[in-house]
């Protein structure tokens, strides 16, 4: 198979296998009292020095073990933050107002950019977590069904009964743009996660119960806080200190061409293809 793999393909296996190899060393001269050397205790720090729970003295994960995850790792922390981060951006591209407004919330908040920190005060910005979330609605991270397999028993979904072992799911994409629960699901409003003239608490709460951006159970992401400190760090840094516009040419809409969509395609994580945009340094009054 690594024959017919492409170039990107070639290259990330390689980065990974490098990268791997390169760490376990380092946390091998950490070990090593008489090398002054000290690893980062992050999350593969732990995957290298656990131990199998049937013999202490062995690993619990083998060298290839440790490449499968950090595989997974690197994809999962890199692809879904990106996927929103890019579709939340081309659509303040298409809609002016609503960068004009999170811009104001933003800017209202802090005095700087350089004081936009993780606490009390980004949390408490509900028109920037709500664009966020709108773009998690909108470029899911993975478009397809999480699989689940039915227990013992059955279950009937939807009126329809499922024997024990039939793999059931849903599809995020299909989720998201569910005009029963969102309403105008084509339309990015993030003023939908909010409490007010057009959503009742009830509104809020039927969309919240349908909204799982990061899956949900024992199986939801476990990295889901980070992704989302991460993407509300760059997002109120980004705009704070930057217009956005789309470039000339890039107006990438939907079938009908009234709404903008951006395009993402299914290749068990979404798969994105711009946008192209143009920045401008914001000039603060």
């Known amino acids: 198979m690594r024959s017919v793999q492409s170039a990107p393909i070639k290259f990330y296996r390689n980065f990974i296998d490098t990268a791997v190899r390169q760490r ?27 131990r199998n729970p049937d013999d202490p003295t062995l690993s619990a994960f083998s060298e290839e073990d440790l490449v499968g995850e950090a595989k997974l790792l690197v994809i999962a922390g890199s692809d879904s933050v990106s996927v929103a981060m890019s579709g939340l951006f081309y659509y ?4 002016p107002d609503v960068f004009a ?44 069904e999480l699989p689940r397999e039915v227990l013992p028993g059955g279950i009937r ?20 743009f569910n005009k029963e629960v969102y309403g105008d699901a084509d339309i990015f409003r993030p ?44 997002v109120t840094k980004t705009v704070y200190r930057l217009e956005i516009r789309l470039a000339p040419g890039n107006t990438l809409r939907a079938g009908n061409g009234k709404e903008p969509l951006f395009q993402i395609r299914d290749a068990y994580t979404s798969v994105k293809n711009g946008p192209i945009l143009q920045l401008r340094k914001q000039i603060c009054s």
Request: net charge negative; hydrophobic share 40%.
């Open 92 to 95: 303040l591209a298409h809609y």
């Open 101 to 144: 407004k999170l811009q104001q919330e933003i800017r209202s908040a802090f005095p700087s950019a350089d004081d936009i920190v993780p606490g009390p005060k980004l949390s408490s910005c509900k028109y920037t977590r709500a664009c966020v979330d709108e773009a998690l609605r909108m470029c899911p991270a993975g478009t397809s």
């Open 24 to 50: 376990i060393e380092l946390e091998k001269a950490s070990q090593n009292s008489t090398v002054n050397v000290k690893s980062r205790e992050d999350m593969f720090h732990f995957l290298v020095n656990a």
């Open 157 to 176: 979904i939807d009126g329809e009964y499922f024997p024990a072992g039939t793999v059931v799911g849903t599809a995020r994409w299909a989720d998201s």
């Open 191 to 234: 003023e939908r996660w909010i409490v007010g003239d057009r959503n009742t608490p009830d509104d809020v709460s039927k969309i919240k119960a349908a909204f799982q951006p990061f899956s949900i159970g024992p199986f939801s992401c476990v990295g889901m806080n980070f992704a989302m400190q991460e993407l509300l760090l760059m």
